[in-house]
DNA sequence: CTGATTGTGTACTATGTAGTATACATGACA
DNA sequence: TGTCATGTATACTACATAGTACACAATCAG
């Protein structure tokens, strides 16, 4: 599924129980133009900036990191915590390349409880 | 350090021992005017793209990834690693956001040495 | 001393990013 | 049945990115 759908299918799903999601209001809640927003939801355009695309996620209740991944970007909050030890996080990165998601989880649940 | 001093002290050093390494041939190997160069070595523009950044870093034999990130770019490679994983991989990230160097480490051999 | 090489100043450009502004046709609904 | 909200088409824009092209003064090498 494309960044474009997968905003319109979940406003639409939020417009059925509520009909403040129209494109229009949610164009207005989060700050850009209805004409914008409707060329976005149709793949349109590229998908917009990190910023529109987090007060997308608040007013859409969709986590920030999944949309942000759907437009091809990386948070940058996790930018800069990779540019803090560069060559580091590359290791690790590269390493769990190919590790399977258990695994993975099993690195952040260590990581969370472990006592560093 | 900047980005650009970084890249002149790189450049320089290598020219003590090999002539070869002026601006000027430096420029010609990888593919740039010398005038755009020598404004990146005095920070005068902003970092030139990944592309030209990788080789540069080849042609000097500097880390990739540590240039990137005097950059302040994140290499592409590590971005769709985690594009793969998005959640997952922002949970391991902000965990380890504070951990020491020596942490992460342990976790890179752990999960090279490990049986997943 | 001269010819090549070096680094740099200045001007310009193409493409991408991230949108706005206005107008319009359609459908809901009171 | 008129008007109000909805989604969309079209045209335009400001700024950033990633450079090129050319000229010029200094310097090094034979």
Known sequence: ??????IRNAR???RARDRTYSLRQVALRIGVEPAYLSKIERDQVPPP???T???LAR???E???LLLAMAGKVSSDLKSIILQRPQLFADLL???KDASDHAILTVVR?????DW
Do not use: F
């Open 110 to 114: 260590e990581v969370r409880d472990g």
């Open 49 to 51: 900036s990190e910023a």
């Open 1 to 6: 599924m494309t960044y474009g759908s997968y």
């Open 94 to 96: 590269r390493q769990l």
């Open 63 to 65: 986590d920030p990191d």
């Open 53 to 55: 695309i987090r007060r």
């Open 12 to 14: 639409e799903r939020r």
């Open 59 to 61: 007013d859409l209740d």
